[in-house]
């Protein structure tokens, strides 16, 4: 009989009528390998990488502030490292070492954050916050229409006041993250304001790595899966008025998902109703559907129909999508990549054995764009020809810890209603 039991970071394996303990590891760490591409750099900032909802207005900020080479893939890159040890000889400090084509010099700095004072919140009356008025709708699913029970309809004045409807933040995808700095005795992050702080468009991860730290066992790993390529994009509209959005397959690409949001403006440019789209074939409202993914995690979502097929290169934006957003729409694709994993020392061939892993590495990838359609000039191209336009969104929460915040759905709806409802309102 074998039963596997999983709590925190520590597990106990039961084999036949021996025992085998594995004691959790001292340290752990995460890189997360990104390729961006479109005007909103895959809107980064809705939640996935850690860094929570930033809302309609955040996103229509960023669509607008624009910056950067707009035809060339991006590349970004964030590291994690978590120790259950204290650091020895003064302040902690870390460094991971990288192979020459990283283009990083030879190493970058793992900062720990300094925590400070926490000032007293400023009262709801002095916030500079207007409550939402409008509604906001969700369809999901590729087709060429809505089906019937589309959309599901949400006030927002009632969720401003407090009435969430229930099982409005649903979500079977979980945020996949064993790294943080709340469950750390020390941790260490990059970027983070000290030396270069991004990695080139012609970076390579291929290679030796080492992170070697005062807090953490020395760390030595070799990495062969590279960025990922960029994601290119077409549409066009069909006479029912639904949108065909086609992107290239990526070779290493282990699942697809796409979403929009959108919205209807009203007299005085105030928005008014709101609409998400997705497209899974039940109902999602995102969660970690914006988190770097397992390639096991992405075939689950893939058989459950939540992810779209590697092997699937188009999906069909339903028109009453566009007939409820007719001003504004701002579509996301991701594609998942694949994990390299490290763990040291190796698990022993006995199962009985006490295994004390000292170190775990574990790096994930994946591919994102994003760009905008029915706003003059900025629709893409109605052919085969057109490619999105690349530009990287680089905010990084330097120097406080990442907010592990609800992604998707909750993310845009937390930041249109100002915090009330969940995410995180300060864009980290």
């Not at 925190?8 to 004691?23: D, E, K, N, P, Y």
């Not at 964030?78 to 120790?83: D, F, K, Y």
């Not at 469950?183 to 030396?195: A, C, D, M, V």
């Not at 330097?398 to 907010?403: F, I």
Request: net charge positive; charged share 20%; proline share 7%.
């Amino acid at each position: 009989m074998r039963l596997v039991l999983a709590a925190g970071s520590a597990s106990m394996v039961l084999v036949g009528l021996g025992m085998a303990q594995t004691a959790a590891p001292i340290a752990r760490y995460e890189m997360r390998a990104g390729t961006n591409t479109g005007m909103m750099g895959g809107m980064a900032g809705m939640g996935g990488g850690g860094q929570g909802g930033m809302g309609m207005g955040g996103a229509m900020s960023m669509a607008f502030g624009g910056g950067g080479n707009r035809n060339t893939p991006q590349h970004e890159l964030t590291l994690e490292l978590s120790s259950s040890r204290a650091p020895e000889g003064g302040a902690p400090k870390a460094d991971h070492f990288m192979p020459v084509g990283a283009k990083l010099g030879l190493s970058v700095p793992l900062k720990t954050p300094v925590k400070g004072p926490v000032g007293p919140e400023e009262p709801p009356e002095k916030r500079d916050f207007k409550r939402p008025k409008g509604r906001i709708l969700i369809f999901w699913g590729c087709g060429e229409h809505a089906p019937a029970g589309q959309p599901i309809v949400f006030d927002f004045s009632k969720m401003a006041a407090g009435q969430v409807p229930p099982g409005l933040w649903a979500s079977s995808v979980a945020m996949e993250r064993r790294v943080s700095f709340s469950s750390s005795k020390t941790y260490g992050s990059w970027p983070n304001g000290e030396g270069k702080t991004s990695v080139r468009t012609d970076s390579s991860l291929i290679g030796a790595h080492k992170v070697s730290g005062n807090y953490s066992p020395d760390m030595n790993f070799t990495l062969t899966k590279d960025f990922m390529g960029g994601l290119r994009t077409s549409t066009a509209t069909m006479p029912s008025g639904a949108t065909l959005l086609r992107w290239n397959l990526l070779t290493d690409a282990t699942g697809y998902h796409a979403s929009l949001i959108g919205g209807k403006m009203e007299r005085g440019g105030e928005m008014g109703d709101m609409v998400w789209w997705s497209s899974s074939a039940t109902r999602e409202s995102g969660g970690g559907l914006t988190d770097w993914l397992s390639p096991s995690t992405v075939a689950r979502l893939v058989a459950s129909r939540t992810v779209l097929a590697p092997t699937t290169s188009s999906c069909m934006v339903p028109a009453e999508v566009k007939a409820a957003a007719p001003q504004f729409q701002m579509v996301s694709l991701y594609a998942y990549g694949p994990e390299e994993s490290f763990v040291y020392p190796p698990r022993p061939a006995n199962p009985k054995t006490l295994w004390k892993p000292e170190w775990t590495a574990d790096i994930r990838h994946r591919s994102m764009t994003g760009f905008l359609l029915g706003m003059p000039g900025m629709d893409e191209a109605e052919d085969n020809n057109s490619r999105g336009r690349g530009d990287q969104r680089q905010q990084q929460c330097q120097q406080k810890p990442k907010k592990r915040g609800f992604g998707g759905l909750g993310g845009l709806i937390g930041g249109a209603l100002g915090g009330a409802a969940g995410g995180n309102g300060d864009g980290c």
